[in-house]
C-alpha cells in the first residue's frame, strides 16, 4: 500500500475570468501535460500549471432541471458557487464525456446485492487507483501521517458543498465520529475499524479543513478502510444534528413533533443503526411523517442522490454539488440519472442482462452464468470480463448453536475436518467453476502473504471420504437406528439443514456440497433463501450451517478486525460464532465463552493492525494469525474462482477491472463519476 502525500497548490481562478482552454488530456492520451501528483487526477491549480493554461469551467445544460428533483433543495446558483475552490480535476480515461443519459442498475433487493451499484456513485477521504495499491485523496485535499501512524492528518477543500448546498466541514467529520460512531444510542457496539488498540480514537477539528485522527495505538490501515470500504467517515451535522440530543438541546422536541419518539429514533430514520449507506430512506420507511424536510435522503457528498424509492427500486440524479470536474473543465459526472431495479430471482436477473436491460452489474453475477451471458454479447450489446476475485465462498458451523449436543458435535475439530475433506474440491471447480478456479482452503489473508507457509492453502483440504468416515465415526457419529444415516452421540437423528442465498454461492456449489456430505452418512437438505432471510435467520442463531464469500487482502486486514474477531463478520457475512460475540460484546455476562484460541485472534489482530507494516514482528503474528484461523476450520473454503463483470457497450470510460471483488469497493477505484453513456 503507497500512500501518497499532495504539496501545497494555488488557488482556483477567481470566477468570471476569461479562461483559455486547457488540453482535454485523458488517461490515454495525456497531450504532452505531465501527471500530477497522483495518478489519473489534479488539483485544480496544479492542472493548470502543468498544462499551461487556465481552465474554462463548464456545467451539466440539465442540472437546473436536476436539482428541482431534489426534495427541498434551493435554486441552483452558478457553477462557481457550487464548486469547491479547488475542485478535483479528473482525466477520463479515454475521452471527454457527453451529458446525459440514465445509468440502469440492477440489484437483488435492499441491502442485497447493492455494493457493486452503491460503489458507483461512492465517495470518501480517499480512495485507492486501479493499481489497487496506490491511495489517493479524493473527497480529501490530502492526508499526512506522523512518523509512527499514531496521527493522521486530513485536509479538506475549501468551498466544498453537501448535495444541498451546506458547507461540508472539519465538524462534519467530527459528528460522524462522536455522535454516530462512538455513541451507543445509534451504534450500540463500536465497529473494529474506529478503533486503534481497542480503544476510541480523539477526532478533533483544527480549522474549519483540518481535522486529526489521534490513536492510543499505531494504525496505519486506518486510511485503507476509508479507501476500500463503504465507511464514509463524515456525516451533515448541519441535517442530522439538529435532531441529535448530544448537539441540540430542542433535539427530541423537533422529532417527536415530526411523529418519532426522540431525536435518536428519526436519526435512525436517516442513518440506519449501523454505518452501512445502503438502508432503506425515510420515504419508504417513514411515510409522512417527514413532510416538512428533505425526507427523500440525507445529504450527500456523493455522484448521485435518492429523490425517489419504493420495495420495487430507487432512482437518482446527479448531485449538483459534485466536487469534481474533468480536463476540459465540465462538472462531474456525466450521466445524469440513475436507476436501480430490485429482482430477488437468480433467472429473472440473468434474463434481464440478456435482454441489455443494464449498463453495468458485478455482484451475484456467478461464474455458472457466464457461458450464457458470453453467448448473448452480441444480441444483448454488452461486454462479458472474467476477472480473479479475492473473497471465495466459504462454509462454517453454528459453534454456539442453540441444540447443545449439535453444538458439541460443531465444535469438536474432528467433525470440522471430516467435513472438509468430504467436499470434492476438484469436481466442484470443473463443474461449477469450468476447472477455472483453484481449490483451497480458506486461511483469512487473501493473497497468502509470502511469509506464511503455503501449506496452509491446501490444509485439511484433499478429498478423502474414508477419513470423514472414520472420523465420524470415532465421534460416536454412527448409524444408531440402521435407516442409513448418521445419528448424534444422545441417538438423536443428525441432519443439517442448509439454508443459503445464492448471492454467497451458486446454487450447484451447494447441491455438490450437500451431496458430498451425505455420502459421508450426515444427511444435509438444502433451502435456497433470499439474503435477507439467511441474515435474519443468522441473527437470530437459527441456522445449523453459515457461508458467505469470505476473504481480504492483508491492507484490509490493517484496518479492519471483523473477520478475526467472533463472530467473525458482521451482519451482512458469516457469523458462525454468535454467541461467542455476543460473551466479548457483554464482557461475559451474556452469551459463551469463546476458547483459548478465538481469544488469541483477538489479541494477534489486534498486535498486527498496531505493528509497523512489513516488519519481522508483524510478519510473525501474520503468520500465526494464519495458522490459528485454518487449523481451526471455523471456516471451510471450497474453490477460489473469477466471475464476471457485465459492461454495456453503450458504458464509456469503463477500463478492465483488475478484479471483481468487493474488497476494494468494486467500482470505486475506476472512477465512474468520469463514465459516460453513448446514446
Request: hydrophobic share 40%.
Given at each position: ?12 481562478v ?15 492520451n ?7 501528483a ?17 481552465l474554462t469551467?463548464?456545467?451539466n445544460?440539465a ?17 462557481a ?7 478535483l ?10 451529458y446525459?443519459g ?19 456513485r461512492?465517495t ?6 486501479d493499481?489497487l ?6 473527497v ?11 496521527q493522521?492528518t ?13 458547507a ?6 467530527v ?12 451504534i ?9 488498540g ?7 477539528a483544527?480549522?474549519?479543513t ?11 490501515g ?10 464514509q ?6 441535517f ?21 419518539e426522540?431525536?435518536?429514533d ?20 417513514a411515510g409522512?411523517?417527514?413532510?416538512g ?24 440524479v ?12 465540465n ?6 440519472e440513475?436507476?436501480?431495479?430490485y429482482?430477488g430471482?437468480?433467472?429473472v ?5 440478456l435482454n ?14 457466464a457461458p450464457v451471458?458470453?453467448e ?17 465462498p ?11 449436543a ?10 470440522r ?15 461449477v467453476y469450468?476447472?477455472?478456479g ?14 506464511v507457509d ?10 478423502d471420504a ?8 470415532e ?16 441417538g438423536?437423528p443428525?441432519?443439517?439443514?442448509w439454508q ?8 450447484q ?5 450437500a ?29 445449523d ?5 469470505v ?10 478486525n471483523q ?8 451482519y451482512?457475512?458469516?457469523?458462525p460464532?454468535m ?16 476458547p483459548?484460541?478465538a481469544?488469541?485472534l483477538i ?25 490459528t ?10 474453490v477460489?474462482?473469477?466471475a ?9 470510460n ?11 469497493y468494486?467500482t470505486?477505484p ?5 463514465w459516460?453513456?453513448?446514446?
Amino acid at each position: 500500500m503507497k500512500n501518497l502525500l499532495l504539496s501545497g497548490v494555488a488557488a482556483i481562478v477567481l470566477p468570471g475570468a476569461a479562461l483559455a482552454n486547457c488540453p482535454a488530456v485523458t488517461v490515454e492520451n495525456a497531450q504532452g501535460v505531465a501527471p500530477g501528483a497522483f495518478p489519473q487526477q489534479y488539483d485544480l491549480a496544479e492542472f493548470e500549471a502543468a498544462a499551461d493554461c487556465k481552465l474554462t469551467l463548464a456545467a451539466n445544460p440539465a442540472m437546473a432541471k436536476l436539482n428541482a428533483r431534489i426534495f427541498g433543495n434551493p435554486e441552483l446558483p452558478a457553477l462557481a458557487e457550487r464548486l469547491p475552490a479547488e475542485p478535483l480535476v479528473a482525466a477520463p480515461y479515454t475521452s471527454v464525456g457527453k451529458y446525459g443519459g440514465q445509468f440502469d442498475a440492477l440489484s437483488n433487493a435492499t441491502e442485497s446485492g447493492t455494493s457493486d451499484f452503491l460503489s458507483v456513485r461512492h465517495t470518501s477521504l480517499v480512495r485507492y487507483t486501479d493499481d489497487l495499491q496506490t491511495i489517493v485523496p479524493h473527497v480529501a485535499k490530502s492526508f499526512t501521517w506522523n512518523d509512527d501512524f499514531t496521527q493522521l492528518t486530513v485536509e479538506l477543500r475549501a468551498g466544498h458543498k453537501w448535495s444541498d448546498g451546506a458547507a461540508f466541514t472539519s465538524a462534519d467529520i467530527v459528528f460522524w465520529y462522536n455522535n454516530l460512531m462512538m455513541d451507543t444510542n445509534v451504534i450500540a457496539e463500536a465497529k473494529g475499524y474506529a478503533l486503534a488498540g481497542g480503544e476510541p480514537m480523539e477526532v478533533v477539528a483544527l480549522d474549519e479543513t483540518t481535522v486529526q485522527f489521534n490513536l492510543k495505538a499505531p494504525k496505519p490501515g486506518l486510511i485503507e478502510t476509508f479507501a476500500a470500504q463503504y465507511v464514509q467517515p463524515y456525516q451533515p451535522v448541519h441535517f442530522l444534528g439538529q435532531f441529535h440530543p448530544a448537539i441540540n438541546a430542542d433535539a427530541d422536541a423537533k422529532a417527536q413533533a415530526l411523529g418519532y419518539e426522540n431525536g435518536y429514533d428519526l436519526i435512525k430514520a436517516y442513518y440506519g443503526n449501523s454505518d452501512w449507506a445502503d438502508t432503506p430512506s425515510p420515504m419508504l420507511t417513514a411515510g409522512d411523517k417527514l413532510a416538512g424536510l428533505p425526507k427523500h435522503a440525507t445529504p450527500t457528498l456523493e455522484s448521485h442522490i435518492v429523490v425517489n424509492e419504493t420495495a420495487e427500486g430507487r432512482h437518482y440524479v446527479a448531485n449538483p454539488y459534485f466536487f469534481m470536474v474533468d480536463t476540459a473543465g465540465n462538472q462531474l459526472p456525466y450521466i445524469n440519472e440513475l436507476d436501480e431495479v430490485y429482482i430477488g430471482d437468480e433467472e429473472v436477473r440473468t434474463l434481464k442482462l440478456l435482454n441489455g436491460e443494464v449498463d453495468y452489474k458485478s455482484q451475484a453475477v456467478n461464474l455458472s452464468s457466464a457461458p450464457v451471458l458470453l453467448e448473448g454479447q452480441e444480441k444483448g450489446g454488452y461486454a462479458i470480463d472474467v476477472r480473479p476475485t479475492i473473497s471465495m465462498p466459504a462454509l462454517g458451523f453454528n459453534l454456539t448453536h442453540d441444540n447443545e449436543a449439535m453444538r458439541a458435535v460443531f465444535n469438536d475439530i474432528r467433525f470440522r475436518t471430516a467435513m472438509s475433506v468430504a467436499i470434492n474440491r476438484d469436481e466442484i471447480n470443473e463443474t461449477v467453476y469450468f476447472g477455472l478456479g483453484t481449490p483451497q482452503q480458506y486461511v483469512g489473508f487473501s493473497p497468502l502473504p509470502d511469509y506464511v507457509d503455503a501449506k496452509w492453502a491446501s490444509h485439511e483440504a484433499e478429498f478423502d471420504a474414508a477419513k470423514a468416515n472414520a472420523l465420524l465415526d470415532e465421534m460416536g457419529l454412527v448409524d444408531a437406528d440402521g435407516d442409513g444415516d448418521r445419528d448424534l452421540p444422545n441417538g438423536e437423528p443428525f441432519t443439517l439443514n442448509w439454508q443459503f442465498a445464492t448471492q454467497a454461492a451458486p446454487a450447484q456449489l451447494v447441491e455438490l456440497v450437500a451431496q458430498n456430505w451425505t455420502d459421508v452418512g450426515v444427511t444435509t437438505n438444502i433451502k435456497e433463501v433470499t439474503s435477507d432471510e439467511y441474515r435474519s435467520a443468522q441473527s437470530s442463531n437459527k441456522l445449523d450451517v453459515v457461508n458467505w464469500v469470505v476473504g481480504q487482502p492483508a491492507g484490509a486486514i490493517l484496518g479492519d478486525n471483523q473477520l478475526w474477531t467472533p463472530p467473525f463478520s458482521d451482519y451482512f457475512g458469516a457469523r458462525p460464532a454468535m454467541g461467542w460475540g455476543e460473551y466479548i460484546s457483554s464482557n461475559g455476562a451474556e452469551g459463551i465463552e469463546p476458547p483459548a484460541w478465538a481469544m488469541s485472534l483477538i489479541d494477534d489482530i489486534n498486535a498486527f493492525q498496531s505493528t509497523q507494516p512489513g516488519s519481522d514482528a508483524q510478519k510473525e503474528i501474520g503468520a500465526r494469525m494464519v495458522e490459528t484461523m485454518t487449523s481451526s476450520l471455523t471456516f471451510i473454503g471450497v474453490v477460489s474462482a473469477p466471475a464476471p463483470i457485465y459492461v454495456s457497450t453503450k458504458l464509456n470510460n469503463v477500463p478492465q477491472f483488475k478484479t471483481s471483488s468487493y474488497e476494494f469497493y468494486r467500482t470505486y477505484p475506476y472512477r465512474p463519476a468520469q463514465w459516460w453513456l453513448s446514446e
